[in-house]
């Protein structure tokens, strides 16, 4: 089993402590109870730390809080819908039980928009006028209708359905790749990265996206709820990599794309040391 | 289950994720990295196109090195050369390429947006960012394979087949790049819907377009390949002795009609014996260039075959070679510092001289002084003191080519104290009553052909078989005279002075060619005195023509040919002459009319088909060339501005 690099664990207390005060418990009630329970589960916080690593790379990270929290609360408002009955129907989610399951379907919709809306008013009140709208913009468009929105939906109305190989591609860069990227270029403007810097970050994350998403139907396949903490052999009636090259392909072809994205850091040298033990961790990950 | 690759076809998925951008895509991200943060698509698609030339530029400059150092033989050197050259070609190749892909970008954009309300548009822009990529492939394959063309031997199937794999590789990557600017470029002008990916990415798709590209450069490189010549065996010249000696005494600058005024004044008694046999007029050229004029006369073929286009060349900053000079471009790069002036060097030449067909042929040959002999090589096998061995003679120091072989330098340098001697003895009186400018420029001219020609009769050249010398003081001495037309902008007095000072001066060179190489001249020698009117005459008004006379026991004494021979026929005739067969490739056959029927009759000429190409082995070189001094020389004496 492969345990997270040890650097995630000098980001996630920060993350944990900025996403504390993202959603403060008080007033409290339902819907924030709902919108902190999904957020504050515990988690990797894969992206949250990719915005930090892309923007320590491109200068710093002093200023990249902001964007990190609000990639995560988009990330937890997309997990609360892709659980509802009406689109996966999972009934676990980070070892818990889901958000409609604990909170009940209204309120976990009414916490999956609270997130989504904070996520952007966050990035407004953190940056600067010009900043704040690239921000906004970007994440905007990696959830919108070339984002997770189109590719919840196409996933969802291609359940039981027989997809060709580029409409699955397609489904994962919308689902996962598109806020991969988006995180790892927000970091990068975040420190003032180069188009050149934006560009490397956006192929290491657009790589590292889709490994991920392969590894995440790899471990559907050959996960417990245990390692996973979600349910597993969820994917059962859709389509997924594994269906398409067999559970070695998915893993030959995962680590490849890792590998991929870890060549994309080469204009970075040894600073990227980091994200390329990042995308090691997600070619070997068995959680 | 579902349309796409089976289960398990790893490499099928893998080839398709390529397709998609993923995996190895670095070229894209170089190309479009430029582009990742402007705002207008336009400015995309110029950030795109630079990076895009510079791509191109770096991969065609150096495939058109290989093309431009066949053609410009001389040029390319050594691998640095190369490198320099390609570093000079990757800039206007950048150019190029960044306005042809930014046109293609722009356009393919233009094309698709027309549609962009069509429910089909997705599929129209993929096909116009397509086709933007393949026109600017295409085009790239074109001009490589139109290089290459040149570089690449006829028949060598091989090398021909790399060649053409290369430029099909390097015109399927611009065209790809171009490709995925055009989709990178609608993308930001906003539309969406577009099919991910650029097909140029795929395997599936390169590996037959790459077939196909390769199969049409073939086609085109078989349809505009020149005719390979026949291939001529260069077989060994036997040479049927005729028994005779041969010199041949080159006088450059000579005026005919005052050489005949001067000898019928009975004042010239060399002229006479050496114009006394048979002569021809030689046909004029209008380009007086001493170096291509003086190469025509001594390798028999035109311009376009030796080689030595030019006295002044270029040679680029960084580049050992050269290239030609003239133009106001060439006067820009060297006020730039990017080029600098350089004489014509035996290097550039093409095609054997006659000393050196006569020397391979077996017989004893030497030359002094002759235009582009520098660097002199051994391979050459005849005794070579090129046209800067007096300079290295004067400033001493290891050879760097001056002359071959290289055992003459040190008895040559050891004599040079009783030369001065000779020299100053034979040039005396030369300059008497001249005011002191005319008599400086007679003085020095004087002493350079006193200098050649007692360095053509030194011991240490051995009894030669052919002695060719050239004589450039008279040229000197009446370009310095009259730098312009002649007496038109000089006082009458002025003219007539200098005038007397050029009397004087055919008298010297009669006397001193005959106190050198006609000396003791045995019976049996043969004189060939073949003359140029120089660079005073320029243009048909004042051309007063070339001769060419053979003296001797074999000429047609008497024979004055009356139809102008062409500059050409010099060559032939000195190796038929000599019992040496004559090449049936020469731009002119031999003067027969100049030597008698029996000789004719004794002798028939034997034709061989061509005497091949020069060999080039370096010539034994320690010491740094004279380019410098050389081109000081040459401005001293004003052929080089």
Known sequence: MSSLPGFFQTYQPPIARALEAFVPASPGGPVVDAMRYTLLAPSKRVRAVLVLLSAELCGSSSRAMPAACAVEAIHASSLILDDLPSMDNAPLRRGRASAHIEFGEAVAILAAFGLLNDAYGHLARAYEPALAARITALYADAVGLDGLVAGQAEDVLATDQGLTFDTLERIHRRKTGVLFSAAATAGALSAGGSADDIVALTAYAKNLGLAFQIVDDLLDVTGTPEETGKAVKSDARKTTFVSFSGVDGARELALELCRTATSALAPFGRRATHLAALADFVAQRRL | ?641
Do not use: K
Not at chain 2, 535 to 541: F, S
């Open chain 2, 1 to 641: 289950m579902t349309a796409g690759p089976p289960t398990g076809d790893v490499d099928a998925l893998r080839e398709r994720l390529r397709a998609l951008g993923y995996l190895d895509a670095r070229v894209d991200r170089f190309v479009l990295g430029g582009a990742a943060t402007r705002g207008r698509a336009v400015s995309l698609a110029v950030a795109a196109s630079l990076r895009i030339g510079l791509l191109a530029g770096v991969l065609l400059g150096p495939a058109a090195v290989i093309g431009l150092a066949t053609r410009a033989p001389g040029l390319v050197t050594s691998v640095t050369d190369a490198l320099v050259l390609a570093a000079y070609l990757t800039v206007p190749f950048g150019i190029a390429s960044a306005l042809l892909a930014c046109v293609a970008i722009l356009t393919a954009g233009w094309l698709a947006r027309q549609s962009a309300s069509d429910p089909a548009f997705a599929a129209r822009a993929r096909r116009a960012a397509i086709a933007a990529g393949l026109f600017v492939a295409a085009a790239c394959l074109v001009y490589l394979t139109l290089w290459w063309r040149a570089a690449v031997p006829p028949g060598a199937w091989g090398a021909q087949l790399l060649a053409l794999a290369v430029a099909a590789s390097i015109a399927i990557l611009i065209g790809h790049v171009v490709t995925i600017s055009v989709l990178a470029y609608l993308v930001r002008l906003g539309l969406s819907g577009l099919p991910m990916g650029s097909p140029l990415s795929s395997l599936r798709v390169v590996v037959p377009l790459g077939v196909m590209a390769l199969g049409g450069a073939m086609v085109l490189l078989r349809a505009l390949a020149p005719q390979a010549d026949p291939v001529v065996q260069t077989a060994p010249l036997t040479v049927v002795p005729t028994g005779v000696r041969v010199v041949v005494v080159a006088v450059d600058g000579v005026d005919v009609t005052t050489l005949t005024r001067l000898r019928s004044g009975g004042n010239l008694p060399t002229f006479d014996r050496l114009l006394g046999g048979s002569t021809a007029p030689l046909a004029v050229s209008i380009d007086r260039d001493p170096a291509q004029v003086w190469t025509t006369l001594a390798t028999g073929q035109p311009v376009e075959r030796h080689g030595i286009r030019a006295l002044e060349g270029r040679q680029l900053a960084g580049v050992e070679g050269r290239v030609g000079a003239g133009s106001r471009l060439t006067t820009a790069t060297d006020l730039l510092r990017l080029t600098r002036p350089t004489i014509a060097s035996g290097d550039d030449r093409r095609v054997p001289t006659f000393w050196e067909v006569a020397a391979t042929a077996g017989l004893r040959t030497a030359v002094v002084h002759w235009w582009a002999t520098w660097p002199a090589t051994e391979a050459s096998l005849a005794t070579v003191l090129s046209d800067r061995a007096i300079l290295r003679l004067e400033q001493g120091g290891a050879l760097a080519g001056e002359m071959a072989p290289a055992g003459v330098y040190e008895p040559l340098r050891q004599s040079a104290a009783s030369r001065t001697a000779r020299v100053d003895a034979r040039v005396a009186g030369v300059a008497d009553g001249l005011a002191p400018d005319i008599a400086a420029i007679v003085d020095r001219s004087a002493r350079l052909d006193a200098t050649v020609l007692d360095l053509a009769t030194d011991a240490a050249l051995g009894g030669q078989d052919l002695l060719t010398m050239y004589l450039p003081g008279l040229d000197i001495a009446q370009h310095a005279l009259f730098p312009e037309s002649p007496a038109e902008s000089l006082a009458p007095a002025a003219a007539a002075e200098r005038v007397r000072a050029l009397d004087g001066y055919y008298a010297f060179l009669d006397r001193v060619i005959g106190a050198t190489v006609l000396r003791d001249a045995p019976p049996s020698l043969v004189t060939m005195l073949v003359t140029q009117p120089g660079r005073v005459a320029v243009g048909p008004a004042t051309a007063s023509g070339s001769v060419l006379a053979l003296a001797g026991p074999i000429a047609a004494t008497g024979h004055v040919e009356t139809m102008a021979l062409s500059a050409e026929a010099l060559a032939p005739t000195v190796l038929r002459v000599l019992g040496v067969p004559v090449a049936a490739d020469l731009a002119a056959t031999a003067a027969d009319a100049l030597v008698t029927p029996a000789f004719m009759q004794a002798f028939p000429v034997r034709p061989v088909a061509t005497y091949g190409e020069r060999r080039t082995r370096p010539a034994a070189s320690t010491g740094q060339p004279l380019d410098r001094e050389m081109i000081e020389r040459m401005r001293s004496l004003g052929y080089v501005r």
